[in-house]
Each structure stands twice: as C-alpha cells, then as structure tokens.
C-alpha cells in the first residue's frame, strides 16, 4: 500500500495524520539527529520502547496468530501517544492554528500557514484584496543555500559562528517582498550562448552555473559567472528608494512592504514570548516556591521564616501580562498575603503560561523560517521565482561575504585592533615577535590567523589554532585557557564587530535604517577538535567543549557528528559503537602517537567483532519487490535474479537457495528489515557475497553453508569508514592485519 492513496471519509473535526511525520518536521530539540523515521527507532531513541518483533509479514501474522496481531497493534498506539507526550510536537501545529486563524488541518501546509499569516496581516491594517484566478506556472530552478567544500583534514579549537534566523532576518533588513518587486535586470546578449547550451550549463536569474548532470536531469553545478544589465540598475543603486538584490532583482525601497512587517511582526511576538516565559520562570515562579517552601519547611512557623529580600520586583511587561490574566500583582511582596491553596493554584496557572508561552515562542521560530518554504511553492498565490531566489541568495551572500571578511580581518586585526590589544592585556597575554607571527601567516592555510575550514547555510567554521600560537608561552596553555581566550574574544569583542560590519554592509546596499542592525553572527559553538572528509559536503565530526554559554564536561564531552557511518542505521550496532569510541579517541588524544593509539585499539576492536554474536555484527536492510526480482531460488545450481537486482535481493536470496536445495526446514523469507553479513569466499576480484536473515533468528546451518568472513566484514564496517577519516586527515590507513599504510609519495 506504500505510496497508494486512499480516500476515507471522517469527520471534519477530526484529523487523521502519520505523527512520525510531524516529529520529523516539527521536532529540533528531543532528538535532533535522527537515523530513521521509522516508529521503532524513534520510539527506542527517545522512549527506551521498542515495537513488537513478528515473523513474515503483516497478513500472515493476521492470519496465523490474530491475538498476536491486536497486541501488536495496540503496542503501536501507545507508543505514539508516548511518543506525542514526548516530543510534543503537535503543540506546534496547534500554536501555528492559533496564531495564524487558520483551521489546524490546513497548518501542515507551509503554502496555506503563509498565505494565512499574510491575510492575517491584511485584516489587520485593512487591507483589501481584489483577487485574481491565476494560472498554474512552472516553478523554475531554485538555487539553494551555500555549503562550502570543506578544508580536509583534522583540525583544531574549531568555532561555529552562525546567523540568528538567517532568512527571515535578511528578509526583514532588505525589505524584499512580492508587492514591491519591480523586475529583473539581466544582461541577455551575455547569457544568451549559456542558454543555449543546456547539456553544459545551467541559467539561474543572471547566474550561470556548470551542468554536472546531463540534458535530460540538469543538476547544478560550479558557479561560472553572473551577467547583470549594470547600465539599468545604476540608477536604482543611487536610489535609496530602490533596494537591488544580489541577483539583479530590483524592489521599491520607500516604506516597509508586506513580507517584512510579517517578518518583524513575528520576530518581536518571538522576542516578547520569549522575554515573558522566561520572566515569568525566573520572578513570579520562583517567588511561588520561596513561599510555598517556608510552609513545607517550617509548618509551624509558616511565612514568618521568609527571607523578604530574596522575593521580586516585576517589570513593566510583567505585570501587565498578569493583569491580562486577572491578577494585580507588581511585586513577590503582594504574593505573600495568599492562602497555600490560592498559591498552589497559582503556581499551576504560571507554569500552565510559561508552557503555553515557550510553545509560542518556538512556533513563531518555526513559522519564521517557513515563511520563505511557503513563498518558493508555485502553489503560493503570490508566487515569483525570483523572489525565492533573491532569499536564498542574499542568505548565500551574506555566509560568503563574513567568510572574506573575517579571512581578511584576521590577517593583522590580531596584532593592529585597539579592542583586541586591551583584551589581550586584560586576559595578561602577549604576542610573538612579529617574524614568529608572519611564518605562522605564511604557513598557515589561507594566509589569515583564523581559517574557515567549513560553511554550511548559515553557519562558518573556524579553526583559532594558529591564533592561539601567536601568544607567548601557548605551548604550555592547557583547555581551559585556550577556551578562555577565545571566548573572551568572541563574546566580548568580535560579535558587536561582526554586528556593526553587517550593518555598515547593509547600509551601503540602501537598506531602510529602521531595521539595518538586525543580523547578528555570533558565537555558537566551541570545538576541541573537528574533522572534515575530503571533498565532500556535511560530512564530518566534532567534539564540543561549550555552546551557546553552556561548558561541558571536560571527562564527557559530547560529540556532533553528520554523515558519518557511526549514525547510520544501515550499519551494525557493534561497528557504529566502534567507529564513535574511535572518533571520539581521535578527537580527544593530545599525545604524539594516534595513530599507533589508534592501532592498537583496532586489533583490539577486530578481536572483539570476531567473537561477538552474530546479530551485532551484521548489517540492515529492508527488502522489497522479491517476487518481482527473483527469477528462480530453487535450482541446485544456483539463483537467478532479474538485471540489475540490488544486492539486498541477491542477499535474501542465497538464504531462500541454500535453505530450499538443502531441504533444511526454515521459514522462507520474501522480504521486510533484515540482517546480512558477508560470507566467506567473497574477493576483491569478484566482489562480496552476502546472506540475509531474519534478526535474532540467524539459522544454525549457515555456520557450514553460509560462514561469516568477519575480518573482511571488520574492514567493510569499521576499518574502511575510519581509514576515510584518517585520510582526510593525512594520516597513515589501518589494516585488518595491524600493519599501517603509508603514502610514500
């Protein structure tokens, strides 16, 4: 039934929804990083919960053990509704509803939220539309965010600075909207040979991009070069009336249109929530328990045990939003006169708001960021391809232009900055000679004291590590020094820089004053080490000493992986715990010999993967469509299986072959989430051959017909994945038989 629609009439107050979806899209803060979405990995991440295991598929089970069948699927119904209590996702489409006046159904559509917060708008300064039937248009291409092809290799005290909001902030400061679009200016005469070969590049707005697919399945490829019509937009550029975007799109300049008061609507709603939930917590909550414990504390003495100097005052916008919820409250001081059980009720009420208001404010957040989804739809009523191209473009913009800013910067504001100076006389530090500081430039990998190793959408990696060489004695720095230094750097000095920049930048682009201070890109993480692969995008891992204030463990430090095998759910448990206890050995070791470290913990890795159960250390697949691939299992002579067959067919079927010819017994298996492993024989001449079987019902006689080659499989899971990293970081390769692998030239 997978992928067929089926049309079920229900009551129109009801919804009928897949709630792994919405997890999927609503959810950044109970499991961010998420291998599947399957509802048996979501529930065992995040509820310790597994489904009900069965053999054969669901109409067999129906047929063969219906009481196994109901429980089975009553174990699925509980573990979404534990899963809706844990991750509360819903309360976000909810607040969508609410916020937006629009019907809850409609709220999982980015298209129907954003024409609804627009209206919304409209009602509100009433304006009024005359509407038009509009035709279906093609959507055309859309060119997406900026991700930089990474700095390989291993790289250290690596920080991530990103924009706050990065779309819906530049939207507001460059006040682009679909009501004051004016139009494109291309230069055509230039763009006109591009165009016309299609198998070779690819045109976007005046951009012209390399085809690194075919004719058939264009795929953009390497920026080539931009063709502009300059002589007609000079004169806009003159305009502070007119505002021109980065792709040559010209907009009215001369009040604040709509997609930017929307925008900053929600952002001061976001800010205001936010203020509140946390004012609310911090005094009015806070003063509740100091209250509440004297009576719990000392019954028979009650409140004349309270420390009245401890209690609050509150702010202007906390005691109007008490009174808009019926109380007259201005202090912790009018709190003291109530009754334990006025108290109690109280408490409930405010913690029922802060909840009610930090849901708000994370639905504003998401609702933000959709609004662009929304405009980039042809479905959108107001749909302009090059409106949505003009937000992710100025968002690209705006990552590369604080890339060369800060290379740049970091050249001598090191040694030159006043503001820095002070810093560094106040953390009592002192540079190298200046010969000592202009090798390190020169070795260095761009020429700058800081380099940008990565960029990915609205974030920049940047490795301090040389930065932190220039300082006297730094060799004899330990962790927390080095984090000290760079975080007094960042907070105390290069933010506000970064800030006033982007707004001076803004400025020169003839961006309405009222809003050109708006970006800010700061400080959001402070790495120990982190390592990139070669040549390929968001794939790399960190190990994090602070984020966003918070300092870490320095015995557990957690780390943030992407893309690599240690999260992928295809992998086998063993090799994805392995991998993460080799990482996070290679992140964390300060010693001279890691790849001798490195090495012996492999052998030592290898020992244990050879004598582990069978399930740990087979891999997963899901097999579908057997019938449709298989031509024949039973033949003494071997399968036969359609061209092309995946390996996940072939795998399934040396099980179904060997058990059918050899009379063994076992249940035939034609498809659904399997284990497979390597079987002894398979070469690198002819490739591998792979058994599958059913988890935890690994079938006694494939030890004789169907052995498991462990160390080449050690070699697949673990051993090839690491080799990866360590040679994007210019390190010797592992082997199986403990020897190292060094490049000679």
Same mark, same amino acid.
């Given at each position: 039934?997978?992928?067929?629609?089926?049309?079920?009439?229900?009551?129109?107050?009801?919804?009928?929804?897949?709630?792994?979806?919405?997890?999927?899209?609503?959810?950044?803060?109970?499991?961010?990083?998420?291998?599947?979405?399957?509802?048996?990995?979501?529930?065992?991440?995040?509820?310790?919960?597994?489904?009900?295991?069965?053999?054969?598929?669901?109409?067999?089970?129906?047929?063969?053990?219906?009481?196994?069948?109901?429980?089975?699927?009553?174990?699925?119904?509980?573990?979404?509704?534990?899963?809706?209590?844990?991750?509360?996702?819903?309360?976000?489409?909810?607040?969508?509803?609410?916020?937006?006046?629009?019907?809850?159904?409609?709220?999982?559509?980015?298209?129907?939220?954003?024409?609804?917060?627009?209206?919304?708008?409209?009602?509100?300064?009433?304006?009024?539309?005359?509407?038009?039937?509009?035709?279906?248009?093609?959507?055309?291409?859309?060119?997406?965010?900026?991700?930089?092809?990474?700095?390989?290799?291993?790289?250290?005290?690596?920080?991530?600075?990103?924009?706050?909001?990065?779309?819906?902030?530049?939207?507001?400061?460059?006040?682009?909207?679909?009501?004051?679009?004016?139009?494109?200016?291309?230069?055509?005469?230039?763009?006109?040979?591009?165009?016309?070969?299609?198998?070779?590049?690819?045109?976007?707005?005046?951009?012209?991009?390399?085809?690194?697919?075919?004719?058939?399945?264009?795929?953009?490829?390497?920026?080539?070069?931009?063709?502009?019509?300059?002589?007609?937009?000079?004169?806009?550029?003159?305009?502070?009336?007119?505002?021109?975007?980065?792709?040559?799109?010209?907009?009215?300049?001369?009040?604040?249109?709509?997609?930017?008061?929307?925008?900053?609507?929600?952002?001061?709603?976001?800010?205001?929530?936010?203020?509140?939930?946390?004012?609310?917590?911090?005094?009015?909550?806070?003063?509740?328990?100091?209250?509440?414990?004297?009576?719990?504390?000392?019954?028979?003495?009650?409140?004349?045990?309270?420390?009245?100097?401890?209690?609050?005052?509150?702010?202007?916008?906390?005691?109007?939003?008490?009174?808009?919820?019926?109380?007259?409250?201005?202090?912790?001081?009018?709190?003291?006169?109530?009754?334990?059980?006025?108290?109690?009720?109280?408490?409930?009420?405010?913690?029922?708001?802060?909840?009610?208001?930090?849901?708000?404010?994370?639905?504003?957040?998401?609702?933000?960021?959709?609004?662009?989804?929304?405009?980039?739809?042809?479905?959108?009523?107001?749909?302009?391809?090059?409106?949505?191209?003009?937000?992710?473009?100025?968002?690209?913009?705006?990552?590369?232009?604080?890339?060369?800013?800060?290379?740049?910067?970091?050249?001598?504001?090191?040694?030159?900055?006043?503001?820095?100076?002070?810093?560094? #006389?106040? =953390?009592? !530090? %002192?540079? @190298?000679?200046? /010969?000592? $500081?202009?090798?390190?430039?020169?070795?260095?990998?761009?020429?700058?004291?800081?380099?940008?190793?990565?960029?990915?959408?609205?974030?920049?990696?940047?490795?301090?590590?040389?930065?932190?060489?220039?300082?006297?004695?730094?060799?004899?720095?330990?962790?927390?020094?080095?984090?000290?230094?760079?975080?007094?750097?960042?907070?105390?000095?290069?933010?506000?820089?970064?800030?006033?920049?982007?707004?001076?930048?803004?400025?020169?682009?003839?961006?309405?004053?009222?809003?050109?201070?708006?970006?800010?890109?700061?400080?959001?993480?402070?790495?120990?080490?982190?390592?990139?692969?070669?040549?390929?995008?968001?794939?790399?891992?960190?190990?994090?000493?602070?984020?966003?204030?918070?300092?870490?463990?320095? #015995?557990? =430090?957690? !780390? %943030?992986? @992407?893309?690599? /095998?240690? $999260?992928?759910?295809?992998?086998?448990?063993?090799?994805?715990?392995?991998?993460?206890?080799?990482?996070?050995?290679?992140?964390?070791?300060?010693?001279?010999?890691?790849?001798?470290?490195?090495?012996?913990?492999?052998?030592?890795?290898?020992?244990?993967?050879?004598?582990?159960?069978?399930?740990?250390?087979?891999?997963?697949?899901?097999?579908?469509?057997?019938?449709?691939?298989?031509?024949?299992?039973?033949?003494?002579?071997?399968?036969?299986?359609?061209?092309?067959?995946?390996?996940?067919?072939?795998?399934?079927?040396?099980?179904?072959?060997?058990?059918?010819?050899?009379?063994?017994?076992?249940?035939?298996?034609?498809?659904?989430?399997?284990?497979?492993?390597?079987?002894?024989?398979?070469?690198?001449?002819?490739?591998? !051959?792979?058994?599958?079987?059913?988890?935890?019902?690994?079938?006694?006689?494939?030890?004789?017909?169907?052995?498991?080659?462990?160390?080449?499989?050690?070699?697949?899971?673990?051993?090839?994945?690491?080799?990866?990293?360590?040679?994007?970081?210019?390190?010797?390769?592992?082997?199986?038989?403990?020897?190292?692998?060094?490049?000679?030239?």
């Amino acid at each position: 039934m997978k992928g067929e629609t089926i049309k079920m009439p229900h009551p129109t107050h009801t919804l009928i929804l897949d709630m792994m979806d919405v997890i999927e899209n609503e959810d950044t803060q109970v499991l961010p990083t998420k291998e599947s979405m399957n509802l048996d990995y979501i529930s065992h991440e995040a509820l310790g919960a597994n489904k009900v295991e069965y053999e054969g598929n669901l109409e067999e089970l129906y047929i063969k053990d219906f009481a196994k069948y109901v429980f089975y699927n009553l174990i699925d119904s509980i573990l979404v509704q534990l899963n809706d209590k844990k991750f509360k996702s819903m309360d976000h489409i909810y607040m969508y509803s609410l916020y937006a006046k629009e019907r809850i159904g409609q709220c999982f559509s980015k298209i129907a939220l954003t024409e609804s917060l627009i209206l919304k708008h409209f009602r509100t300064t009433n304006t009024k539309i005359v509407w038009e039937q509009k035709e279906q248009v093609e959507r055309g291409r859309l060119v997406g965010a900026y991700v930089k092809m990474p700095v390989a290799g291993l790289w250290e005290l690596v920080c991530c600075n990103d924009f706050a909001g990065l779309y819906p902030t530049t939207g507001i400061v460059t006040n682009i909207s679909f009501d004051n679009f004016v139009g494109t200016f291309y230069d055509e005469e230039k763009l006109a040979p591009y165009r016309q070969d299609p198998a070779r590049y690819i045109v976007v707005c005046g951009n012209v991009y390399r085809n690194k697919g075919s004719l058939a399945k264009p795929e953009l490829g390497e920026f080539v070069a931009q063709y502009l019509d300059e002589e007609a937009l000079a004169p806009y550029r003159k305009d502070k009336n007119y505002f021109v975007s980065i792709n040559g799109h010209v907009y009215k300049n001369d009040k604040d249109y709509t997609l930017k008061l929307v925008w900053n609507n929600l952002r001061l709603e976001r800010k205001k929530s936010k203020y509140l939930s946390k004012k609310l917590d911090a005094h009015i909550a806070m003063d509740i328990n100091h209250i509440l414990r004297c009576y719990t504390d000392h019954p028979e003495l009650g409140i004349k045990e309270l420390n009245h100097d401890i209690l609050n005052k509150y702010d202007e916008s906390e005691i109007e939003h008490l009174k808009a919820m019926g109380y007259d409250f201005k202090s912790g001081e009018d709190l003291v006169g109530m009754s334990v059980d006025d108290l109690k009720v109280l408490q409930r009420i405010i913690k029922t708001e802060i909840t009610y208001l930090a849901n708000l404010e994370q639905a504003i957040k998401l609702m933000m960021n959709s609004i662009y989804g929304g405009t980039s739809h042809q479905a959108f009523y107001w749909f302009n391809i090059a409106l949505a191209n003009d937000v992710t473009g100025e968002g690209r913009n705006l990552t590369h232009h604080m890339e060369r800013h800060l290379n740049e910067f970091w050249r001598d504001a090191w040694q030159t900055n006043p503001d820095l100076k002070k810093i560094q #006389d106040e =953390l009592g !530090i %002192k540079l @190298k000679p200046k /010969e000592v $500081i202009d090798q390190i430039l020169k070795d260095s990998h761009d020429n700058s004291l800081v380099t940008c190793v990565y960029g990915d959408t609205d974030s920049l990696y940047l490795s301090y590590k040389d930065l932190i060489d220039t300082i006297e004695g730094s060799e004899k720095f330990d962790l927390h020094d080095k984090l000290k230094i760079i975080l007094k750097i960042n907070t105390e000095f290069l933010d506000k820089h970064n800030k006033e920049h982007l707004r001076d930048y803004f400025l020169s682009r003839n961006v309405r004053p009222n809003t050109a201070d708006l970006e800010d890109f700061e400080l959001e993480t402070v790495n120990k080490r982190g390592v990139w692969l070669h040549e390929t995008k968001k794939r790399y891992g960190q190990i994090l000493l602070w984020k966003e204030g918070k300092f870490f463990d320095m #015995d557990d =430090l957690p !780390i %943030k992986v @992407k893309g690599l /095998e240690i $999260i992928k759910s295809s992998y086998p448990t063993l090799s994805r715990k392995q991998l993460k206890q080799m990482l996070r050995f290679m992140l964390e070791y300060d010693g001279k010999y890691l790849t001798q470290e490195l090495n012996l913990l492999s052998q030592k890795f290898l020992k244990e993967f050879e004598t582990a159960d069978i399930d740990l250390v087979s891999g997963n697949l899901k097999v579908n469509g057997y019938a449709q691939k298989i031509i024949q299992d039973t033949n003494p002579n071997g399968f036969e299986t359609v061209k092309g067959a995946s390996f996940n067919i072939k795998a399934l079927a040396m099980y179904n072959w060997l058990n059918n010819v050899h009379h063994f017994g076992s249940e035939p298996i034609y498809g659904g989430k399997l284990k497979y492993y390597t079987i002894k024989g398979s070469s690198e001449k002819n490739g591998d !051959i792979y058994f599958a079987y059913e988890g935890t019902k690994y079938p006694k006689w494939a030890d004789q017909y169907a052995p498991s080659d462990r160390k080449r499989m050690y070699k697949k899971f673990v051993l090839d994945p690491i080799n990866r990293i360590l040679g994007s970081a210019g390190m010797p390769l592992l082997r199986v038989d403990g020897s190292i692998q060094i490049a000679l030239f």
